[in-house]
């Protein structure tokens, strides 16, 4: 396996060049790859990754949100949109990935995720070289969210390994913040060589108090017991704006940017956009990191 991830590292390097040369570093752009991602389901992960998405494009990005949920997906559902094909199909090479990307009315793309597929690792290799060059042309955008399922399936680990910054969503419920710590432990444990940003969210909140209060509970022990630093990233406010916009298939972004829970966002966005991309990162070390793993 470490042979086959070998070639696929080569064919990256061999295609980061134009007419056989290489690019130069300033022409080569950085794109961020962000995980979104949680230890349990429901609390807001797929609400994030699309409002994330509108908070970057406000600031000019160019952003595409691929739904890696690859059985449940539901990005398309949160913006009103049935796609024709998605992911499994780009995997099975009867469409490209610029056939399926759907560009969106909020000036964001999306890739809609591959329901009933069940596991990249299983991809032969033709199968992953063709993965390869398809990803290959999302590398022109700014960002690119990846929206996980929930938990810690072997695809999700997958995602988190290839991310530049991976964030976890939390919110202030016993059995939430359990498995957040526990999706953690098992980032610590499982991934090799972790290079990346590890972040946290708490979403669903009544109060600064009590986000600071999860946030500091949840950084202390990932400190003390895993020797891994968590960076507390911000809150979003148990908000009725959210469910209102939820209801009506509309981001909350849109529906009320003033909202506290809008502005809980672009405040989060505003921590990443400070934050630099670390060394090595971007859409070439993305696709070595995931198929390194596999």
Request: glycine share 8%; proline share 2%; net charge positive.
């Amino acid at each position: 396996m470490e042979d086959q991830a070998e070639r696929l590292r080569e064919m990256m390097r061999n295609r980061s060049s134009v007419q056989g040369k290489p690019i130069q570093a300033k022409d080569a752009k950085k794109t961020r790859i962000i995980t979104i991602t949680s230890g349990k389901g429901g609390v807001g992960k797929t609400n994030m990754s699309v409002n994330m998405a509108l908070a970057y494009a406000r600031l000019g990005k160019k952003v595409v949100v691929m739904d890696a949920d690859l059985g449940l997906a539901n990005v398309n559902v949160m913006l009103n949109m049935v796609p024709k094909f998605n992911l499994y199909h780009v995997i099975r090479k009867q469409k490209t990935m610029k056939e399926i990307l759907l560009e969106t009315e909020y000036g964001i793309s999306i890739v809609a995720g591959a329901s009933g597929f069940s596991k990249i690792a299983n991809l032969s290799e033709t199968e992953r070289q063709n993965f390869i060059n398809e990803l290959d042309s999302l590398s022109n955008a700014d960002i690119i969210i990846i929206d996980t399922s929930a938990g810690v399936s072997s695809n999700v680990l997958d995602f988190i390994a290839a991310a530049d910054d991976a964030v976890i969503i939390t919110t202030p419920e016993p059995t939430a913040i359990t498995d957040a710590y526990g999706i953690i432990k098992i980032i610590a444990t499982e991934i090799d060589n972790l290079n990346m940003g590890l972040k946290l969210v708490v979403n669903r909140v009544k109060s600064v108090a009590e986000a600071k209060k999860v946030a500091d509970r949840m950084t202390s022990i990932a400190g003390q017991f895993l020797n891994l630093k968590v960076e507390y990233l911000g809150f979003i406010y148990d908000d009725p704006a959210v469910s209102h916009a939820v209801l009506r298939q509309r981001p909350f972004m849109v529906v009320d940017p003033k909202c506290r829970a809008s502005l809980c966002v672009q405040h989060i966005v505003g921590r990443m956009e400070k934050s630099e991309l670390r060394e090595g990162g971007g859409f070439g070390t993305m696709v070595k990191r995931f198929f390194g793993r596999s």
